[in-house]
T-cell receptor
Framework: NAGVTQTPKFRILKIGQSMTLQCAQD?????MYWYRQDPGMGLKLIYY???????DKGEVPNGYNVSRSTTEDFPLRLELAAPSQTSVYFCASSYERRVNTQYFGPGTRLTVL | AQTVTQSQPEMSVQEAETVTLSCTYDTSESDYYLFWYKQPPSRQMILVIR??????QNATENRFSVNFQKAAKSFSLKISDSQLGDAAMYFCAYRNTGNQFYFGTGTSLTVIP
């Protein structure tokens, strides 16, 4: 049971490049989330999903896209990277039940130059 | 949107002593959940403790306990018998009925040997 896995761990992008951050979980969780954490700040929700085929925007969705074709995978796409997207990105998942606890991946540190 | 405020950017505690981290939140909902997460230098987010708003009894997990004051919208974390391994960033988080999470900006805890 690997929990929540994220790849890559680190990435440097040039302005205007695109990339996909991968996230997978093997706990059969319905809910999956993408957050970004800027230096000295808390986590901000980018997008979340309540199940395969269903996604919704969080607090800071601009510049990102997601898809959820399977229960296990929830990739985050950056289409035109900008320096403002330099951050640490966390994926998380949880069960759909009254008291659900999020399980976090190890994070991806992204730098846009 | 709900907001979570952690007014103490940094705290320190002597080893074996007790420290309390503060958290307040703003919401108009009556049904919600509150969490404390720990983030060590490894960046992994680790659940410390959680509290359901409908429960009056304060949650306890070993050396960690909370003081939940619903009317005051306050949710502080008490760490007893502090250990060197407790040194980390601590984030307070709020979860609404839509399963969206909101995080505070964090408190950096230093444990002094």
């Amino acid at each position: 049971n690997a929990g929540v896995t994220q790849t890559p761990k680190f990435r440097i992008l040039k302005i205007g490049q695109s990339m996909t951050l991968q996230c997978a979980q093997d706990m059969n969780h319905n809910y999956m989330y993408w957050y970004r954490q800027d230096p000295g700040m808390g986590l901000k929700l980018i997008y979340y999903s309540v199940g395969a085929g269903i996604t919704d925007k969080g607090e800071v969705p601009n510049g990102y896209n997601v898809s959820r074709s399977t229960t296990e995978d929830f990739p985050l796409r950056l289409e035109l990277a900008a320096p403002s997207q330099t951050s640490v990105y966390f994926c998380a998942s949880s069960y759909e039940r009254r008291v659900n606890t999020q399980y976090f991946g190890p994070g991806t540190r992204l730098t846009v130059l | 949107a709900q907001t979570v405020t952690q007014s103490q950017p940094e705290m320190s505690v002597q080893e074996a002593e007790t420290v309390t981290l503060s958290c307040t939140y703003d919401t108009s909902e009556s049904d919600y959940y509150l969490f404390w997460y720990k983030q060590p230098p490894s960046r992994q987010m680790i659940l410390v403790i959680r509290q359901e708003a409908y429960k009056q009894q304060n949650a306890t997990e070993n050396r960690f306990s909370v003081n939940f004051q619903k009317a005051a919208k306050s949710f502080s974390l008490k760490i007893s018998d502090s250990q060197l391994g407790d040194a980390a960033m601590y984030f307070c988080a709020y979860r609404n009925t839509g399963n969206q999470f909101y995080f505070g900006t964090g408190t950096s805890l230093t444990v002094i040997p």
